[in-house]
């Protein structure tokens, strides 16, 4: 793995912000780079790139 590499930077289960939104939730899925993560409690799911997600 690369200095840059992100593929193991997130886990299922880890509580993540949308950075351009600022909204929070926990990562349920992940598939290559993309992750899906349910906010609201899962009131919305959607994709996220890991570059838009930060650990919280």
Same mark, same amino acid.
């Given at each position: 793995m @690369? %200095?840059?590499?992100?593929?193991d +930077?997130?886990n $299922? @289960? #880890? &509580? !993540?912000? !949308? &950075?351009?939104r600022e909204q +929070?939730g926990y990562i =349920?899925?992940k598939? @290559?780079?993309?992750?899906?993560v349910? $906010? /609201? /409690?899962?009131? $919305? !799911? #959607?994709s996220? +790139?890991a570059s #838009? %997600?930060? &650990? =919280?």
């Amino acid at each position: 793995m @690369g %200095l840059f590499s992100s593929s193991d +930077e997130f886990n $299922i @289960g #880890d &509580k !993540v912000r !949308v &950075k351009y939104r600022e909204q +929070e939730g926990y990562i =349920i899925d992940k598939n @290559g780079n993309t992750y899906m993560v349910s $906010i /609201n /409690n899962g009131q $919305i !799911v #959607d994709s996220y +790139e890991a570059s #838009d %997600l930060e &650990k =919280i």
